[in-house]
T-cell receptor
């Protein structure tokens, strides 16, 4: 079973920041949080991952709370092409464990 | 970034035939490969995990004789759906990962399988 909880859907205006929350209250000390997104009829695309510290790359920023029980993915300037299902995943079984997908958040970016 | 190539992207075949799907890691050595299945409006479900040179580990409820997985090299894994039936119609997605640290898994673009 997935170890994360995400809202079913969210809307965001084009050009604005999209903030996608995720709860992972049962996360263990050595488990990473991964974010992927899936655009319709494509395979999931890796976005970012982190353990304790906040992370940023060319796609997004990941903010992890100090107690690690929740995190937020931030798309700083959402575009229509960012419309997708976003999955927050805690890897089960440590660094060699599997990615178990939950239902994710359907983000709709609107003009 | 890392690229995983999956082929074919789309296949239609008659009931009772077998279908092979290929998954290749193009710019890294995939010590572990994964096969997922996704039905319409549902999330991805892990079917099996395979390490190079070893037998695949199947998730509960997935028939290993139905879904044959071969991971003979560090860049290629194949999934063969044997004697396919209409209920096997789905979106099949492969994924690959290197053993190094907490590197992310990368996914192929999926194969849409339709059995008539």
């Amino acid at each position: 079973d997935a170890k994360t909880t995400q809202p079913t859907s969210m809307d965001c205006a084009e050009g604005r920041a999209a903030n996608l929350p995720c709860n992972h209250s049962t996360i263990s000390g050595n488990e990473y949080v991964y974010w992927y997104r899936q655009i319709h009829s494509q395979g999931p695309q890796y976005i970012i991952h982190g353990l304790k510290n906040n992370e940023t790359n060319e796609m997004a920023s990941l903010i992890i709370t100090e107690d690690r029980k929740s995190s937020t993915l931030i798309l700083p300037h959402a575009t229509l092409r960012d419309t997708a299902v976003y999955y927050c995943i805690v890897r089960v079984g440590g660094s060699q464990g599997n990615l178990i997908f939950g239902k994710g958040t359907k983000l709709s970016v609107k003009p | 970034g890392a690229v995983v190539s999956q082929h074919p992207s789309w296949v239609i075949c008659k009931s009772g035939t077998s279908v092979k799907i290929e998954c290749r890691s193009l710019d890294f050595q995939a010590t572990t490969m994964f096969w997922y299945r996704q039905f319409p409006k549902q999330s991805l479900m892990l079917m099996a995990t395979s390490n190079e040179g070893s037998k695949a580990t199947y998730e509960q409820g997935v028939e290993k004789d139905k879904f044959l997985i071969n991971h003979a090299s560090l860049t290629l894994s194949t999934l063969t759906v044997t004697s396919a039936h209409p209920e096997d119609s789905s979106f099949y997605i492969c994924s690959a990962r290197t053993r190094v640290g907490n590197q992310p898994q990368h996914f192929g673009d999926g194969t849409r399988l339709s059995i008539l």
